[in-house]
């Protein structure tokens, strides 16, 4: 752990054993921390918000020093790569991928660190008067990041962060931590300040416990599932804090007959399968038009049953485990109950009889069709490697299908008709949606969504903004006294 710029050993002692998710070796043994060293971190992190010049240099030196960092990831991106495919089972090929987009992530914040650096001058109806808005940094940030995209989570909270000026204390997932070790020994490198970044590994229960509860953090970033996030949303509330929160998604994916229906078919598959389906944002719903929805679908299955499963270290793998055992069999129980709630199996549905993967988390890519939006398996998040098909007749039915969730992260439409495609779009309650492609994001677009799938955005300005407190600043040029009170 790195807490007030030195490396550190839990408290306690304990120590937690990390699985390669693709065979079940132990791949590390890290530090299992405890509340006392998330307290060591909050306090640390407070001290150098209240004493470090971090926060007051000029803008455009963190900007070098985000910068920095975004060049030590690319000097080490393959080896970071492999370290997310060991922790992950992802392919190599997927994480080299992620290595860039988080570079280019720091990149784009250390751009962004000093426009408007001398705030914004607004007209003030108050004669002989100025008035100018500033944006200042927030303070102290806790920040947890999830299993599944450890370091491009963590870059999406880190670099805003930082080039706001903030002080934080992240914790990774606990059986995900290895990339983002290896990202604080670059940012150490990289000359970020004593106390500015601290690093605390542990398990929720207790330090995310304390990092959302803690009365000396003035932001949480979390980025996970729904039930959590609602505690966290409680735990935050013992001194009001920010709140920046990312919980996940039951993302639609809607094929009109018009559309190209080799891409649709394609891009069906992108939106379910990268990293075995464990992304907030795939498209697992999909919703095709009933005149070519028997064609679409045996197209489909066809497609998904020649999915290559392995080692993401094999240049032949295409899609890699699941994360756990315990996932495993949470998207072993999920699929059997869309199977008792009448959904029929067209593709997969168990775990692969290969005996080479059976020391893995391996499920099977799965499609399951004959699925109306009042089952479960519709409605609730899978995060696995599994689509379910529904039907519609109507533009109107569509959309009612796509909005009909708890949640509102993405969605996706496909139809070579763009007034069409434009009228769809502006009625689907989410927070990114896509015509005729799935799963793209970047830097400068803001990340996040509607109804429970959470509050604030990642990315794109909105972004930094979100470690930012805005302050007015009203001054009187010609001041004399009113003289109200004689």
Known sequence: MFINGEWVESSSGSVRDIINPYNREIIATVSEGSIDDAKHAIAAARKAFNENDWAAIPATERGKVVHEIADLIERDREELADLESLDTGKTVAESLIDMDDIAAVFRYYAELADKEADGEMINSPIPNSTSKIVREPIGVCSQITPWNYPLLQASWKLAPALAAGNTLVMKPSEITPLTSIKVFELMEEAGVPKGVVNLVLGPGKSVGEELASNEDVDLVSFTGGLETGKKIMQAASSNVKKLALELGGKNPN?????????????????????????????????????????????????????????????????????????????????????????????????????????????????????????????????????????????????????????????????????????????????????????????????????????????????????????????????????????
């Open 254 to 486: 809607v094929i009109f007959a018009d559309a190209d229906f080799d891409t649709a078919v394609d891009q069906a598959m992108n939106a379910v399968f990268f990293h075995a389906g464990q992304v907030c944002s795939a498209g697992t719903r999909l919703i095709v038009e009933e005149r070519i929805h028997d064609k679409f679908v045996d197209a489909l299955v066809k497609r998904v049953k020649k999915i290559r499963l392995g080692s993401g270290f094999e240049e032949s793998t295409q899609m890699g485990p699941l994360i756990s055992k315990e996932h495993l069999n949470k998207v072993i129980d999920y699929v059997e109950k869309g199977k008792r709630e009448g959904a029929t199996v067209a593709a997969g549905g168990g775990i692969p009889d290969n005996p080479e993967l059976q020391n893995g988390f391996f499920y099977l890519p799965t499609v399951l069709t004959d699925c109306t939006t009042d089952m479960r398996v519709v409605q609730d998040e899978g995060f696995g490697p599994v689509i379910t098909v529904e039907k519609f007749t109507t533009e109107e039915e569509a959309v009612q299908l796509a909005n009909d969730s708890i949640y509102g992260l993405s969605g996706g439409v496909f139809t070579n008709d763009i007034a069409k495609a434009e009228r769809f779009v502006a009625k689907m309650r989410m927070g990114t949606v896509w015509i005729n492609d799935v799963n793209l994001y970047f830097p400068q677009a803001p990340w996040g969504g509607y109804k429970q799938s959470g509050i604030g955005r990642e990315l794109g300005k909105t972004g930094l903004e979100e470690y930012q407190e805005i302050k007015h600043i009203f001054r009187n040029l010609k001041p004399k006294p009113l003289n109200w009170f004689k």
